[in-house]
């Protein structure tokens, strides 16, 4: 079972996810140095508790009419073929090659939310992208999801925004890929035995409560001003996944 520190955190990160869209990169290194579980465990593990616990914001956001469905059906396509395939490959990997890879997606991360929050907002003209795009873009999203355990909002979000989509529509689209994604790659993990089910029914339910509270908040609170404390975080604990054992 989880220590009640990763608990806790896995609430507040759940609040995060439901108010920002981003947020799961932070149980990476709770997993892996706090509970020094196996980096091949972490990532079927946080995918199977994803899947469960984003139920909760897509319900939320699909109510308040914030999820474009062309979009989101055509991204889904993509992703949900190519996330088992992203797992296949994560399982393949060696351990130290795989924790490099979640160090580097954690940098990615850092400098991606930072570089956004100094963006001055811009409001953009709207743009329909075509079906091949947006399927190339998912199956991109599910691979990644498989192969890492997150990725989905890092990378879609960015895109989103800068064709001038709204950003409560992209925090909501960003909730249906990564329940999507997460479930497709989940089920590759459990196929290989690579999911520590007790901890990540545990984590969901911290998630869920936090997803519910995060999303709540949204039309409250500014985003913006977590940002900068998420890059911060990204940044710090990049390197203690890529040098942590297991």
Request: aromatic content about 4%.
């Given at each position: 079972?989880?220590?009640?520190?990763?608990?806790?955190?896995?609430?507040?990160?759940?609040?995060?996810?439901?108010?920002?869209?981003?947020?799961?990169?932070?149980?990476?290194?709770?997993?892996?140095?706090?509970?020094?579980?196996?980096?091949?465990?972490?990532?079927?593990?946080?995918?199977?508790?994803?899947?469960?616990?984003?139920?909760?914001?897509?319900?939320?956001?699909?109510?308040?009419?914030?999820?474009?469905?062309?979009?989101?059906?055509?991204?889904?396509?993509?992703?949900?073929?190519?996330?088992?395939?992203?797992?296949?490959?994560?399982?393949?990997?060696?351990?130290?090659?795989?924790?490099?890879?979640?160090?580097?997606?954690?940098?990615?991360?850092?400098?991606?939310?930072?570089?956004?929050?100094?963006?001055?907002?811009?409001?953009?003209?709207?743009?329909?992208?075509?079906?091949?795009?947006?399927?190339?873009?998912?199956?991109?999203?599910?691979?990644?999801?498989?192969?890492?355990?997150?990725?989905?909002?890092?990378?879609?979000?960015?895109?989103?925004?800068?064709?001038?989509?709204?950003?409560?529509?992209?925090?909501?689209?960003?909730?249906?890929?990564?329940?999507?994604?997460?479930?497709?790659?989940?089920?590759g993990h459990l196929l290989f035995g690579e999911v520590d089910v007790p901890l990540?029914?545990?984590?969901t339910s911290c998630l869920m409560v936090g997803i519910f509270l995060g999303a709540?908040?949204?039309?409250?609170?500014?985003?913006?001003?977590?940002?900068?404390?998420?890059?911060v975080v990204c940044l710090a604990v990049a390197p203690l996944v890529g040098l942590?054992?297991?």
């Amino acid at each position: 079972m989880a220590s009640p520190l990763t608990a806790t955190a896995a609430l507040l990160i759940g609040a995060l996810i439901g108010l920002t869209g981003i947020g799961g990169v932070f149980l990476i290194p709770l997993l892996l140095v706090v509970e020094a579980r196996p980096v091949h465990q972490v990532v079927g593990t946080l995918l199977l508790s994803f899947a469960f616990a984003q139920t909760v914001g897509v319900g939320m956001y699909a109510r308040r009419g914030a999820i474009e469905w062309r979009t989101t059906l055509l991204l889904c396509l993509g992703a949900v073929p190519c996330a088992p395939l992203g797992a296949s490959l994560s399982v393949a990997l060696p351990p130290g090659t795989l924790r490099v890879l979640l160090a580097a997606f954690l940098v990615l991360a850092g400098v991606r939310i930072l570089y956004d929050g100094r963006r001055p907002a811009v409001e953009r003209p709207r743009r329909q992208l075509p079906a091949p795009l947006l399927v190339a873009l998912g199956a991109l999203i599910g691979l990644t999801a498989g192969l890492l355990g997150v990725g989905g909002p890092i990378i879609l979000g960015p895109v989103l925004l800068l064709l001038g989509t709204p950003v409560a529509t992209t925090v909501g689209i960003n909730q249906v890929i990564g329940l999507v994604s997460s479930a497709a790659g989940a089920a590759g993990h459990l196929l290989f035995g690579e999911v520590d089910v007790p901890l990540a029914l545990l984590l969901t339910s911290c998630l869920m409560v936090g997803i519910f509270l995060g999303a709540r908040a949204a039309r409250r609170v500014a985003p913006a001003r977590l940002r900068g404390l998420l890059a911060v975080v990204c940044l710090a604990v990049a390197p203690l996944v890529g040098l942590s054992g297991g």
